[in-house]
């Protein structure tokens, strides 16, 4: 991350939003608004003063200790972030959300005079000839899955926030403990929360069984505790990945074939899990200090408006589609735009790796030639025959035709071929190259001779 | 001896689904009517009225239309035109004395041999029931 | 109510009266004289007395041609409501420019709406004249009455006695297409009288679907006398039933057939 933060030829927007999209391969427009972090960039050196002098202490949950931890109304996002900046949260800070009601401790604390509550958002344009979609996923909220009862028990935490609890930096400096401050003795974790589930998502999640056995194997490591597993299938298919099964199998993780069905809340607090042991054949229960439910990834909530913007559509699981799922994996139907990673389907780092650097490589190469080779299956307007009405224009999926002085016009770089217009339009002014009305017709005299 | 009527079904296939779809049931030694006689447009979009009645004025007993499933569209919603085109047109034709049965709209996905089959085998069978189109035509000739 | 209108009308056009003159270089309205009755661009100075309304013409198109000849031209017109629906349609389509038109709207009285069987027989910018009830098409409900076969029969004996006249497609305000493809062998065989059933009337009817306002004018100028008002009239039934749209209702209204479902959703 830090050399793309500095590499000459990387402009990093950072805290900004993509608003509009238009053109076509080779030839985008993009407008990006740059909302205010009420900090100036270029003066910021992310010493951290401010965040130390803010009078909003620890108040705001913070979204990187996944509300684990709080957080400042002027912060840093955490200590490696980059651009190494801090932000202002406008909705908590006191100066910005209660009328100026704060002694703006912050202002006085910088010494680069950085902070500038005046600061409005900017909008910038750019022109670019490819866009790599690379936005991400979220978890999967376990609150949908009432048998869980998740948010019922601050120890009944989720993947993400059990990251936390085991990281350095987080709320407890790297100590697995309960909410209550003690170490577990017994831990569940539960794979396929809101995967392989019907009433969630379909898909399987593929990076859970891994990192639900890291967690497993991190729980033996630091604390001891009894660690018992609750998976359906264990998926380790990536190189190294079957051998980690075996080692934490070796390290006496306990593995109960059946999906965690049910977490109780005891009235002392502790959880029972309860679930079918498939290779028993019975119902098992067990009475432990911590849950960790292994959640789905899932599309971004925005995921409907970035599809609208760049013309992507969306594959069933709710993922961006790819061009083709075998041959075409971060291609779009859309040229010029293409996918990196999970926003795609859900991959874990290596495979993550591999799919960014594969969408680098044919942005390079659509950009390295110069021009680009499109279909001859076009749509062709005839001008004499063309009267103007813009019924065509209504039609294109790919808003591919405009009107210029009473004349329809496709832009042949984003017709796509479908014909659509050509049937709609009452005059046939505008011809499918390659699927012509006197091809098709004598087809249908062919086929009928 | 009577000779008993075949249908001859003009279908307009759509490129990326229903055309594969007919593929897939091939591919599955699935068995399908041979009444059935293809031709593929890019997208079922592309179908215009006009076409329709040409194949009716050719000779056709009976016109199919299968495209992919809304929102499946590989051109994302040329299929939604269609949807909308063919319900009015076969109203038209029941209007002026023509059944609109023979005009039929459906989706059937790439991976829907099945559905193909099943569709086209229906198809048939409700053209042989209604006899020939020829009948309603004064078409003078191709 | 024509001696309203004519005052309208001659307010409009009255040069003396600056302040009432939103710049129009004429009114479009019939003129009656000694030679009939003719669609006629009244200016400042011409005798109003020659304005009539009846026998109804289609306005729209009379706009959509001075238009062409001069685009900057503002006129105004006088427009019963299928005049006015008729403008809307062709708004949309570009071949209008309602920013330098100015509907004078009359309303039809009980006799033409009865006539016409017209559900709307006045026009949203209604000027002269007194609002009267829309009828229901009897017709429709008479033609769906009729087994399929008796409706074959029916329509095979009114389309035998077309003769190509193309009246119907030239009266129509909607039909702008500089090549009409009613003319084309691709789609409707030329050379033979009458054409050979249905393709040419299947191929004008799917045309209309979401355009035809219902003005009528297609059957009137029919010297055939073939009811094609009966099957465009279903047709406005089938707009409104499937895809709740009405020609002419509004500009914002987009053409059903050409947008998604999720712009214009088809119902049932």
């Given at each position: 991350m830090m050399d793309a933060g500095r590499h000459p030829n990387i402009t990093l927007l950072a805290y900004s939003e993509v608003e509009e999209v238009s053109g076509y391969v080779g030839n985008f427009k993009v407008k990006v608004k740059r909302k205010p972090r009420y900090v100036i960039e270029e003066l910021c050196t992310g010493c951290g003063a401010c965040v130390e002098a803010c009078v909003w202490k620890e108040r705001v949950p913070s979204e990187f200790e996944a509300g684990m931890g709080k957080r400042n109304a002027i912060y840093i996002p955490f200590a490696q972030a980059i651009p190494l900046k801090a932000v202002v949260d406008a909705q908590s800070c006191l100066f910005l959300a209660r009328e100026g009601r704060c002694k703006q401790k912050c202002v006085t604390a910088c010494e680069r005079k950085a902070i500038d509550f005046e600061q409005k958002e900017e909008f910038v344009e750019l022109d670019v000839g490819a866009i790599i979609v690379a936005t991400g996923f979220q978890m999967f909220d376990a609150a949908k899955l009432p048998e869980y009862n998740y948010g019922k028990s601050p120890n009944i935490i989720d993947g993400l926030q059990f990251e936390r609890l085991t990281s350095a930096t987080g709320p407890t400096g790297g100590e697995i403990l309960t909410a209550e401050g003690k170490v577990p003795e017994r831990v569940a974790i539960i794979h396929c929360v809101g995967s392989r589930d019907e009433r969630a998502n379909r898909?399987?999640?593929?990076?859970?069984?891994?990192?639900?056995?890291?967690?497993?194997?991190?729980?033996?490591?630091?604390?001891?505790?009894?660690?018992?597993?609750?998976?359906?299938?264990?998926?380790?298919?990536?190189?190294?990945?079957?051998?980690?099964?075996?080692?934490?199998?070796?390290?006496?993780v306990f593995f109960v074939r059946g999906r965690?069905?049910?977490?109780?809340?005891?009235?002392?607090?502790?959880?029972?899990?309860?679930?079918?042991?498939?290779?028993?054949?019975?119902?098992?229960?067990?009475?432990?200090?911590?849950?960790?439910?292994?959640?789905?990834?899932?599309?971004?909530?925005?995921?409907?408006?970035?599809?609208?913007?760049?013309?992507?559509?969306?594959?069933?699981?709710?993922?961006?589609?790819?061009a083709h799922p075998k041959l075409r994996p971060v291609e779009t139907n859309t040229d010029g735009v293409f996918l990196a990673g999970a926003c795609q389907a859900p991959r874990d780092v290596p495979d993550t790796v591999a799919h960014?650097?594969?969408?680098?490589?044919?942005?390079?190469?659509?950009?390295?030639?110069?021009?680009?080779?499109?279909?001859?299956t076009t749509a062709q307007v005839n001008e004499e025959l063309c009267s103007g009405c813009g019924e065509c224009v209504l039609v294109c999926p790919y808003t591919a035709i405009s009107l210029t002085d009473h004349t329809a016009q496709v832009n042949s770089a984003l017709c796509k071929g479908c014909g659509t217009c050509a049937a709609a339009c009452l005059a046939k002014a505008i011809t499918a190259l390659h699927f012509t009305d006197e091809q098709i017709v004598a087809q249908i005299e062919g086929v009928l001779a | 001896m009577t000779e008993e009527f075949e249908p001859r079904i003009v279908a307009f296939l759509c490129n990326w689904c229903s055309y594969a779809g007919a593929d897939n049931a091939g591919v599955a030694r699935i068995s399908s009517p041979p009444n059935i006689l293809p031709v593929r447009v890019m997208c079922s979009g592309r179908v215009a009225p006009e076409m329709i009645l040409r194949a009716f004025r050719a000779g056709a007993d009976g016109v199919l239309v299968l495209g992919c499933h809304i929102g499946d569209c590989h051109y994302d919603s040329g299929n939604h035109r269609t949807a909308k085109r063919i319900p009015v047109l076969r109203r038209l034709l029941n209007y002026i004395g023509i059944e609109p049965e023979r005009l039929r709209l459906d989706w059937v996905s790439a991976a829907e041999g099945n559905k193909f089959a099943q569709v086209t085998a229906e198809f048939t069978e409700a053209i042989r029931a209604l006899g020939p189109a020829k009948q309603h035509y004064c078409a003078t000739g191709r | 109510m024509i001696e309203e209108l004519r005052k309208v009308v001659g307010e409009l056009l009255d040069e003396r009266r600056p302040e009432?003159?939103?710049?129009?270089?004429?009114?479009?309205?019939?003129?009656?004289?000694?030679?009939?009755?003719?669609?006629?661009?009244?200016?400042?100075?011409?005798?109003?007395?020659?304005?009539?309304?009846?026998?109804?013409?289609?306005?729209?198109?009379?706009?959509?041609?001075?238009?062409?000849?001069?685009?900057?031209?503002?006129?105004?017109?006088?427009?019963?409501?299928?005049?006015?629906?008729?403008?809307?349609?062709?708004?949309?389509?570009?071949?209008?420019?309602?920013?330098?038109?100015?509907?004078?709207g009359i309303a039809c009285s009980a006799e033409e709406a009865e006539e016409c069987r017209c559900a709307t027989p006045y026009p949203q910018n209604l000027v002269v004249g007194e609002k009267v009830q829309g009828v229901e098409d009897r017709l429709i409900a008479e033609h769906e009455a009729l087994s399929r076969q008796e409706r074959l029969e029916f329509w095979k004996r009114q389309f035998a006695k077309c003769l190509k006249c193309y009246g119907c497609r030239n009266a129509c305000p909607e039909c702008f297409c500089e090549e009409c493809v009613l003319e084309d062998e691709l789609w409707a065989q030329t050379g033979v009288l009458p054409p050979p059933f249905p393709s040419f009337h299947v191929i004008r009817a799917m045309h209309t679907v979401g355009k035809c306002v219902g003005c009528g004018e297609c059957e009137l100028t029919c010297p055939a006398e073939i009811p094609l008002t009966i099957l465009y009239s279903l047709l406005r039934r089938d707009a409104k039933e499937l895809f709740d749209y009405e020609a002419g209702a509004s500009i914002e209204d987009q053409p059903p057939l050409l947008v998604t479902l999720h712009q214009v959703p088809i119902r049932g």
């Open positions: 898909y399987c999640s593929r990076v859970c069984c891994m990192y639900a056995m890291k967690h497993a194997h991190l729980v033996r490591d630091k604390t001891g505790a009894d660690v018992y597993e609750f998976y359906m299938d264990i998926r380790a298919f990536g190189k190294g990945y079957e051998e980690f099964y075996e080692r934490v199998q070796d390290e006496g965690g069905a049910e977490v109780v809340v005891e009235t002392d607090g502790k959880l029972t899990v309860k679930a079918e042991d498939a290779n028993l054949g019975r119902m098992v229960e067990a009475r432990v200090d911590m849950v960790v439910l292994e959640t789905a990834l899932v599309p971004q909530p925005d995921i409907d408006k970035m599809g609208a913007l760049f013309g992507l559509s969306r594959s069933e699981d709710g993922f961006f589609l790819e960014a650097n594969s969408a680098a490589a044919e942005a390079l190469a659509l950009l390295s030639q110069g021009v680009v080779q499109i279909a001859p | - | 009432l003159v939103e710049g129009l270089d004429g009114v479009v309205a019939l003129r009656g004289s000694s030679q009939g009755v003719a669609p006629h661009l009244f200016r400042s100075g011409d005798d109003l007395a020659e304005l009539v309304v009846t026998p109804r013409y289609p306005m729209a198109s009379v706009v959509d041609l001075l238009q062409d000849a001069d685009p900057d031209a503002r006129l105004g017109v006088v427009a019963r409501g299928c005049d006015e629906r008729a403008l809307i349609e062709m708004a949309k389509r570009q071949q209008v420019n309602l920013d330098n038109v100015e509907v004078i």
